[in-house]
């Protein structure tokens, strides 16, 4: 169980597109969902909590109208990257989880999006 | 200033050499404390969450284990396929129950 999918799995885009990556969870309902980004050789890091029907809260630092984050149902959210730059080009990935309060996140296979 | 801190940075193994791996953190407010494994290229897969001091957990090879100050990551007599990065996370942010990442440790279990 705690199936978490995403798609694509890789994405090439040229400068100054956006990209959308959605995050599914296939086999439970995801009250909150996150999303993070990793560069090579480095940990995770936190951009963005969303909780279904509301507006998703930011980290510091994380520019919320270059990354539009969307958590239409309790399965599924998405990730607009706007007007891509090659300093966007990072591992998106997500992790969902339930409402319980020791919810474990579960996550997603990542994202390579890769901005030319 | 809320911060989780693995080591170390890489650990080489010969299969069947046992050893720890530490994650350190001080975190206001823990919640919890969780163990993933991350293959490259790929999202990390959940192994334990970790809730009170004292408290253990195992599955096959590993075994997480928590104290006030530290977790550790057991692995007992790894074989190859146990190679791949492990990472630690703190659990905090009230109802929301976000995660601050370590860095974490790069394994490598040789034949």
């Known amino acids: 169980g705690a199936v978490v999918s995403q798609h694509p799995s890789w994405v090439i885009c040229k400068s100054g597109t956006s990209v959308k990556i959605e995050c599914r969870s296939l086999?439970?309902?995801?009250?909150?969902m996150f999303w993070y980004r990793q560069f090579p050789k480095q940990s995770l890091m936190l951009m963005a909590t969303s909780n279904e029907g509301s507006k998703a809260t930011y980290e510091q630092g994380v520019e919320k109208d270059k990354f539009l984050i969307n958590h239409a149902s309790l399965t599924l959210s998405t990730l607009t990257v706007t007007s891509a730059h090659p300093e966007d080009s990072s591992f998106y990935i997500c992790s969902a989880r339930d409402g319980h309060p020791r919810g474990e996140q579960y996550f997603g296979p990542g994202t390579r999006l890769t901005v030319t | 200033e809320d911060q989780v801190t693995q080591s170390p940075e890489a650990l080489r193994l010969q299969e069947g050499e046992s050893s720890s791996l530490n994650c350190s953190y001080t975190v206001s407010g823990l919640r919890g404390l969780f163990w993933y494994r991350q293959d490259p290229g790929k999202g990390p897969e959940f192994l334990f969450t970790l809730y009170s001091a004292g408290e253990e957990k195992e599955k096959e090879r590993l075994k997480a284990t928590l104290t006030k100050k530290e977790s550790f990551l057991h692995i007992t007599a790894p074989k190859p396929e146990d190679s791949a990065t492990y990472l630690c996370?703190?659990?905090?942010?009230?109802?929301?129950?976000?995660?601050?990442f370590g860095t974490g440790t790069l394994l490598a279990v040789q034949p």
């Open positions: 086999d439970f309902q995801a009250t909150t």
């Open positions: 996370a703190a659990v905090y942010g009230g109802a929301t129950n976000k995660l601050i």
